[in-house]
């Protein structure tokens, strides 16, 4: 989810750690005012972060979380979700109920159309289903990689669809979604 530094003096930087240590390599800084960090996964104190082509560690008491999206059944407002083989990206806009599909590999617009429904998992589960008329987007907080560089994401997605080269019939494309506060301009 996403975090802002806290209880940094002005002026100053929270270190971002190779490790989740104090002793751990210094691998690069966030400023005393950044806001919208997305962590991907805590443990003992330290929250996991992308940082310069890999993730790396940062203290959680030096971080304070405006709100927990998947806290109470929500779901974040914004997503950016993508995945490879084929190329694909979509954003979810909880905000306009829009949801946009895009074959990257081709670079065009697949489908941008309007949500039904989000759909809350049962039995404990914490996946979402984002509904939209031949697009069904399921997104999990679980640790995912994108298979191309280090980095981390803390949601894995299943994208649904009756789009695909040579005329619609279902396909299940697999990815990672983030976190994000803005999305690209449509």
Known sequence: MLYHVDGVAEGGVLNIRAEPAMKGEVIGTLDAAARNVEVIEAQGGWGRINVHERTGWVAMRFLSA??????????????????????????????????RLVNLAEGEVVKTQAIKHVVAGRYRTPTRAILSDDITLMVTPVQCSDGMSD??????????????????????????CSVTNTLPHE
């Open 151 to 176: 980095y981390l994401y803390g949601l894995a997605a299943n994208l649904i669809t009756d789009q695909s080269p040579g005329g619609p019939r279902p396909r299940i494309l697999n990815g990672c």
């Open 66 to 99: 405006p709100s927990n999206p998947w806290r109470d059944n929500g779901t974040p407002k914004l997503l950016r979700c993508f995945g490879t083989e084929p190329f694909w990206h979509a954003t979810v806009d909880l905000s306009k109920q829009q949801l």
